[in-house]
């Protein structure tokens, strides 16, 4: 093994061109299916509410639902740490096919998870650990894919590369909104509450072995000193040396992860508020998954070209800043599947375009040694504070307000805030990785 060092070749995996593209596969791979996994629950949102948190109050219901959707964030800080420790110390590798074996658990207990009316209060409980336990999983995933993908090649590429996890972000909704939407269009609604609604799920714990398999397979040669450092020392130097950075770039995922998560929510409001067929809705779903899935590479490799990450997130992040609320209230007055489907659209390729940039930008803010680590927590804190609670916040405000509308001027504000969070960090894209 080289001698360890803190510069950008010792913090570089050494790995042959097609060992490389193994890696990516692997990494992205594994990753659509851990957004399929947990994204999943979004499209059934009201049917688990009514199986496993009954109530005369429809809304009271939904809202329970979606309470234990935000659950899934409430473990998310404690798995970023534990697991981006775990990624810095041991290796990318280890930690990823970690992160994929233990979603799949989460997902198997919501898929075998008898009903209220089966077992009583203990059908919710289970419901809201499979959710801890899959928050925890998602916690790691994200610093440490991002960081393979950031440091499996060279700099020229490095933005094209990140923009895979936003990618794989699309992918995984595609499939989760793409087979709710099928299942809604050839099971009648009897079925669907009967049992129709675990197949999702069902399904992600069948093709798990796919993405343990392809990241326990791949290559790693790590010689940066985090593999040999201390747990201790690395949040150490995460929370003194870089403490400036790890704030802004929490604040920098603030916007993008409020918006998304209004975005995925489009299906239950569309239901919810506006009486549409649930089969119809779900295209809304499938929709921003394929746009994410184009529009983030095209914004990675732009970045790279521009070699600039600021300049796009504040195109991005702006064209949302001034564009959230019209939207909203065009979609208000006129409440068709044909308004809510080119208007989502829109609204997503701008939050993919700033999006896939400010990944970049994260990792790109922190040295080899604590970037697993920092970004993992920085992630969790923003998507368990704000991503997290975005639906049950949107629920509540309407709930109160009356006002249709209410979530954009919350997503309005929280892209803001991230705007400037991104103003204060440094440009990275033309710089060499430390």
Same mark, same amino acid.
């Given at each position: 093994?080289?001698?360890?060092?803190?510069?950008?070749?010792?913090?570089?995996?050494?790995?042959?061109?097609?060992?490389?593209?193994?890696?990516?596969?692997?990494?992205?791979?594994?990753?659509?299916? $851990?957004?399929?996994?947990?994204?999943?629950?979004?499209?059934?949102?009201?049917?688990?509410?009514?199986?496993?948190?009954?109530?005369?109050?429809?809304?009271?219901?939904?809202?329970?639902?979606?309470?234990?959707?935000?659950?899934?964030?409430?473990?998310?800080?404690?798995?970023?740490? &534990?697991?981006?420790?775990?990624?810095?110390?041991?290796?990318?590798?280890?930690?990823?096919?970690?992160?994929?074996?233990?979603?799949?658990?989460?997902?198997?207990?919501?898929?075998?998870?008898?009903?209220?009316?089966?077992?009583?209060?203990?059908?919710?409980?289970?419901?809201?650990?499979?959710?801890?336990?899959?928050?925890?999983?998602?916690?790691?995933?994200?610093?440490?894919?991002?960081?393979?993908?950031?440091?499996?090649?060279?700099?020229?590429?490095?933005?094209?590369?990140?923009?895979?996890?936003?990618?794989?972000?699309?992918?995984?909704?595609?499939?989760?909104?793409?087979?709710?939407?099928?299942?809604?269009?050839?099971?009648?609604? $009897?079925?669907?509450?009967?049992?129709?609604?675990?197949?999702?799920?069902?399904?992600?714990?069948?093709?798990?072995?796919?993405?343990?398999?392809?990241?326990?397979?791949?290559?790693?040669?790590?010689?940066?000193?985090?593999?040999? /450092?201390?747990?201790?020392?690395?949040?150490?130097?995460?929370?003194?040396?870089?403490?400036?950075?790890?704030?802004?770039?929490?604040?920098?995922?603030?916007?993008?992860?409020?918006?998304?998560?209004?975005?995925?929510?489009?299906?239950?409001?569309?239901?919810?508020?506006?009486?549409?067929?649930?089969?119809?809705?779900?295209?809304?779903?499938?929709?921003?998954?394929?746009?994410?899935?184009?529009?983030?590479?095209?914004? /990675?490799?732009?970045?790279?070209?521009?070699?600039?990450?600021?300049? &796009?997130?504040?195109?991005?992040?702006?064209?949302?800043?001034?564009?959230?609320?019209?939207?909203?209230?065009?979609?208000?007055?006129?409440?068709?599947?044909?308004?809510?489907?080119?208007?989502?659209?829109?609204?997503?390729?701008?939050?993919?375009?700033?999006?896939?940039?400010?990944?970049?930008?994260?990792? $790109?803010?922190?040295?080899?040694?604590?970037?697993?680590?920092?970004?993992?927590?920085?992630?969790?804190?923003?998507?368990?504070?704000?991503? /997290?609670?975005?639906?049950?916040?949107?629920?509540?405000?309407?709930?109160?307000?009356?006002?249709?509308?209410?979530?954009?001027?919350?997503?309005?504000?929280?892209?803001?805030?991230?705007?400037?969070?991104?103003?204060?960090?440094? $440009?990275?894209?033309?710089?060499?990785?430390?």
């Amino acid at each position: 093994m080289p001698t360890t060092n803190n510069t950008d070749a010792a913090a570089t995996v050494t790995v042959r061109s097609g060992s490389r593209k193994m890696m990516i596969a692997g990494t992205v791979i594994g990753n659509c299916l $851990e957004f399929y996994d947990f994204t999943v629950y979004t499209y059934f949102a009201v049917i688990i509410g009514k199986l496993y948190f009954p109530s005369q109050d429809p809304t009271v219901s939904l809202m329970s639902s979606v309470a234990t959707f935000a659950a899934g964030f409430i473990t998310r800080p404690l798995g970023s740490l &534990l697991l981006g420790l775990y990624a810095d110390r041991r290796g990318r590798k280890a930690a990823l096919s970690l992160t994929i074996l233990l979603m799949a658990f989460g997902t198997g207990l919501i898929a075998i998870t008898p009903t209220y009316d089966q077992i009583g209060v203990a059908a919710p409980i289970l419901i809201v650990l499979a959710r801890l336990l899959q928050g925890f999983s998602q916690g790691g995933e994200f610093g440490t894919a991002t960081s393979t993908l950031l440091e499996a090649g060279d700099q020229k590429a490095r933005g094209l590369r990140v923009s895979w996890q936003l990618a794989t972000q699309g992918t995984g909704t595609i499939l989760g909104a793409g087979l709710a939407a099928l299942l809604s269009a050839t099971l009648s609604r $009897e079925a669907l509450d009967a049992w129709g609604w675990r197949l999702p799920f069902i399904f992600g714990v069948l093709i798990a072995p796919v993405g343990i398999y392809l990241r326990r397979n791949l290559h790693e040669d790590w010689v940066a000193s985090a593999t040999e /450092g201390s747990a201790t020392g690395i949040l150490r130097e995460l929370f003194t040396t870089h403490l400036r950075t790890q704030i802004l770039i929490t604040l920098t995922g603030m916007g993008g992860t409020v918006t998304v998560y209004l975005l995925n929510f489009m299906p239950i409001y569309a239901i919810k508020t506006f009486g549409l067929p649930m089969a119809t809705s779900m295209l809304v779903g499938v929709s921003t998954g394929m746009v994410t899935m184009f529009a983030g590479p095209l914004a /990675g490799a732009t970045s790279d070209r521009l070699r600039s990450r600021k300049t &796009l997130i504040f195109i991005g992040r702006g064209a949302l800043l001034v564009g959230l609320l019209p939207a909203f209230l065009f979609i208000n007055r006129t409440p068709s599947v044909s308004v809510i489907l080119p208007i989502t659209a829109c609204l997503t390729f701008f939050y993919a375009f700033g999006s896939a940039t400010s990944f970049t930008l994260m990792c $790109e803010s922190l040295p080899r040694a604590v970037r697993a680590t920092g970004i993992s927590i920085a992630y969790a804190v923003s998507v368990c504070v704000f991503g /997290g609670t975005a639906q049950f916040v949107s629920v509540w405000l309407v709930r109160i307000s009356g006002d249709p509308v209410a979530p954009a001027w919350y997503a309005t504000a929280c892209v803001a805030v991230s705007l400037l969070a991104v103003s204060l960090l440094k $440009e990275t894209g033309n710089k060499s990785l430390r």
